[in-house]
Each structure stands twice: as structure tokens, then as C-alpha cells.
């Protein structure tokens, strides 16, 4: 019997280390992720020499892991699928070091994935109806971005934030709360106990042309309200707060989607895993007639699954394959 094409994926760009296997481009045989949340929650957010360290010691024993979830043995491994960027460098070259040796070790191809496009690929995963062109969101802790999807492999950037990014400003605002890190989770939390109407903070840049996004001065007034009223209630503060970032990224995005004439939004990253995003989302997508796709919430947040399926994908259908001299690329973009 044919074994099948076993990709390989890593992704340790940021704090969570994370491995996967896929057969073909869309049987996901195992995935295992490493958070270093807690460990970085005491500095209030992440340290890129710790996030290094951490990542050096916990990958080997994920890809033991993962293999022994697959059932398989490293032999079996066809492709090795790494993040090259972008994020934090040494966390990057962690992960892409390791990848580029296994490749090496095992002589099989290799693929540096953009973290970026690894996120459209979560939807991909879940879901085999919708397909492009479609309109994507991409938000997350570093990135607010609006991408025309033409073909996989194929963007258009539409818009992206001129400063903070959507999960950037939750978490900076969690802080003021005396929320740890990250405070998305807890926000969405507070924010369902709260009154979204209990203050009238800003809407930045939804009235502009264009779909750039802005946060930071949504993160100021935030602040300053908090230095006016220290006894105002933490649900009511999160529940406007998280309004005015859940108002702004849908109207652009549906507006962005209508714009360009496509059906269907995809929404991917950890910050559309918010509950309250999804449900405005999707309510507001019907009344204009797209339809809202978000990926399950274990493809939301950073994981290698997405990864593998986007290295599986320029591998076996685009052909490509990448020289064990790519390095990291902190800023890359799509």
C-alpha cells in the first residue's frame, strides 16, 4: 500500500510552540501546541530571549509527540513545512532552524510559510465549501489586516491597521484592567456581564475612506476614562470598549467584501475566536448577503496545523520548494 504525503508543520513565531502532521493537503493526523502564556504573563507580555529559550527546549519533545499522536515514524515524513516569518526573530529562527535540519536530516523538501498566509489556510482546514475568491480578516495580537484572496497564493492587502493591532489594543487595554496577558479571552469574558453602551468610546477611522484600521487612540481614550472614573465597573468598561473594536472591524470588513464584489468573508487569527465578534459578524454579514466563515476556535490562535497545510498546499499543487538558506523574516508580509 502507498503511504500518503506526510507534511510536517512548525510554527513557533511568537509564544506558542506548535507542531502538526498532515496527510494529503487536508487529513490532519496530529497537532500539538505549547503554550508559554503563563510564563510570560509575569512581565505582561511577551520576551522574545525567553520565548527563544523556551521554544529550544519544548520542540524536540513536541515533534516526539506528534509523531507518536500520528502513529507514524520520522521516515514517513515527506515535507517539512516551517514559519519563516513574520514575528519575533529569534523565536522564528528557533523553529525554522529545526525544520531546515530535519529536512536535511531526512532529505525530503522544505517550505518556509508565511505566517500570515497559514492563517487563511485555518479556514481551509475546516472547512471544503468555500473556496476563493473570498475576502479575508486577518486579526490577531500583531496583525489587523484585510486581504483579497483571488486564488491561495494569490493576495491582495486591502487594508491593515496604522498602529496597534485589534488583539495588541485588547491587550494593553486588559492591562489597565488589571487583566494578565493575553486579556482577549478575559475581555470577552467581562465583556458579556457588562453594558456595551455604558461609555461612548470612539470608533477610529470608520467613517474614512478606505479599509485601514487604527487603535491606538481607542486604546488612549480607554485610558484617560479609566484616569477619570477608577471606580467605573470592569464589564461595563469592557463591554464598550470591545463594542467599538468589534463595530469597527466589522463594518470595514463587510464593506471591503462588498467593495470587491465577493461572497464570502473569512475571518482567521486569535482575536476571531472573540464570541462577540462572531456573532456581529455573521448577524451584519446576512443582512448584507455574505456570508461570515470563521475557522473552529482551536485554528483561530497560532498552530501548526494551518502551517503544514499551507506548506502541503504550495508543495504539492504550486510545485514549490524552498533553499535551506532561507532565513528568518520578522516583517514579512503577504
Known amino acids: 500500500m502507498t503511504k500518503p504525503f506526510c507534511t510536517i508543520g512548525i510554527e513557533s513565531s511568537c509564544d506558542e510552540t506548535a507542531v502538526a502532521l498532515l496527510h494529503g493537503e487536508r487529513e490532519l493526523v496530529a497537532n500539538v501546541i505549547y503554550s508559554q502564556a503563563e510564563m510570560h504573563a509575569r512581565y505582561g507580555g511577551v520576551v522574545p530571549e525567553v520565548a527563544s529559550r523556551d521554544h529550544l527546549r519544548k520542540l524536540p519533545y513536541l515533534v516526539r ?39 536535511f536530516g531526512l532529505n525530503v523538501p522544505f517550505i518556509g510559510v508565511n505566517h500570515l498566509e497559514g492563517h487563511i489556510f485555518a479556514q481551509r482546514l475546516c472547512d471544503t465549501e468555500i473556496t476563493p475568491p473570498f475576502m479575508a480578516l486577518i486579526v490577531s495580537g500583531g496583525h489587523t489586516s484585510l486581504v483579497d484572496v483571488a486564488s491561495y497564493g494569490e493576495y491582495h492587502l486591502v487594508g491593515m491597521t496604522v498602529d496597534d493591532a485589534a488583539g495588541e489594543a485588547l491587550d494593553k487595554v486588559g492591562k489597565m484592567l488589571g487583566i494578565g496577558y493575553p486579556a482577549g479571552a478575559e475581555i470577552d469574558r467581562l465583556a458579556s456581564q457588562g453594558d456595551p453602551t455604558a461609555m461612548n468610546f470612539p470608533r477610529p477611522m470608520s467613517g474614512s475612506p478606505g479599509f485601514d484600521f487604527s487603535f491606538a487612540g481607542l486604546k488612549t481614550a ?49 482575536v476571531a475566536a472573540n464570541a462577540h465578534l462572531r456573532e456581529r459578524m455573521q448577524v451584519d454579514g446576512r443582512e448584507k448577503g455574505i ?19 499551507a506548506g502541503a498546499y504550495h508543495h504539492l499543487v504550486l510545485h514549490e520548494a524552498h533553499p535551506l538558506s ?5 516583517s514579512l508580509s503577504l
Open 326 to 330: 532561507l532565513g528568518p523574516q520578522p
Open 222 to 270: 480607554v485610558l484617560y476614562h479609566l484616569r477619570k472614573h477608577p471606580r467605573e465597573k470592569r464589564e461595563d468598561v469592557a463591554a464598550s470598549f470591545l463594542a467599538s473594536v468589534v463595530s469597527v472591524l466589522t463594518k470595514k470588513s463587510i464593506d471591503a467584501t462588498r467593495r470587491y464584489h465577493r461572497k464570502n468573508l473569512v475571518v482567521v487569527g486569535g
Open 291 to 309: 456570508t461570515v466563515i470563521f475557522p473552529e476556535i482551536e485554528y483561530c490562535t497560532d498552530n501548526a496545523a494551518m502551517i503544514a497545510a
Open 65 to 103: 509527540d506528534a509523531i507518536t499522536e500520528a502513529k507514524i515514524d520520522m521516515c514517513d515524513i515527506s515535507l517539512v513545512a516551517a514559519t519563516y516569518g513574520p514575528g519575533l526573530v529569534g523565536p522564528l529562527l528557533v523553529g525554522l532552524s529545526y525544520g531546515k535540519g530535519m529536512a
